[in-house]
T-cell receptor, first 109, second 112 residues
Framework: DAKTTQPNSMESNEEEPVHLPCNHS???????IHWYRQLPSQGPEYVIH???SNVNNRMASLAIAEDRKSSTLILHRATLRDAAVYYC??????????FGPGTSLSVIP | EAQVTQNPRYLITVTGKKLTVTCSQN?????MSWYRQDPGLGLRQIYY???????DKGDVPEGYKVSRKEKRNFPLILESPSPNQTSLYFC???????????FGQGTRLTVV
């Protein structure tokens, strides 16, 4: 099963862009790249997902490398509410999922 | 409002006493999953279901059972709970396997 690797933690200043990296070198052609975030005492919350092309939504942007072996979640202007654990996962068409430990993002006022 | 509802939110039980954690979604989603979350280990998938009467094992299925008799419900059954099943449990649903997943608020289970 394909796995992802992320830095354990990152810091950002408030109102600056944040680039959260993820490596998934064993990704298969049918795996979708998903990002979720989890605030303390809450369930994970969907952020964005993509297959091959870069994606944008109201929360973030997802940049996918051409070989699909890595991706980057971009938060355009970090706020204090963005402080959370961010998970990069690969989701198959039959929903088997492997979560890594994620990246704990701290936002400094 | 679209949501995944788990019950109970908190449960303390004794070793060996069968229990069921319920999960219900109101979005007519095909796919549902159960995860457990433990400190230092992140989220691990227990079981997933692709449709009614179709279930499969995730990474840590030992000690758990599931059933999917109706599309909206996906209960997690612990026939004989043990202390190593003390954990935070999440249910999730999605319309298809690769689409956005919606998570419940979690069930914190303590087995003594």
């Amino acid at each position: 099963d394909a796995k992802t690797t992320q830095p354990n933690s990152m810091e950002s200043n408030e109102e600056e862009p944040v680039h959260l990296p993820c490596n998934h070198s064993t990704i298969s052609g049918t795996d979708y790249i998903h990002w979720y975030r989890q605030l303390p005492s809450q369930g994970p919350e969907y952020v964005i997902h993509g297959l091959t092309s870069n994606v944008n939504n109201r929360m973030a942007s997802l940049a996918i490398a051409e070989d699909r072996k890595s991706s980057t979640l971009i938060l355009h202007r970090a706020t204090l509410r963005d402080a959370a654990v961010y998970y990069c996962i690969l989701k198959t068409s039959y929903d088997k999922v492997i979560f890594g430990p994620g990246t704990s993002l701290s936002v400094i006022p | 409002e679209a949501q995944v509802t788990q019950n109970p939110r908190y449960l303390i039980t004794v070793t060996g006493k069968k229990l069921t954690v319920t999960c219900s979604q109101n979005m007519n989603h095909e796919y549902m999953s159960w995860y457990r979350q433990d400190p230092g280990l992140g989220l691990r998938q227990i079981y997933y279901s692709m449709n009614v009467e179709v279930t499969d094992k995730g990474d840590v299925p030992e000690g758990y059972k599931v059933s999917r008799k109706e599309k909206r419900n996906f209960p997690l059954i612990l026939e004989s709970p043990s202390p190593n099943q003390t954990s935070l449990y999440f249910c999730a649903s999605s319309s298809q396997g690769h689409t956005e997943a919606f998570f419940g608020q979690g069930t914190r289970l303590t087995v003594v």
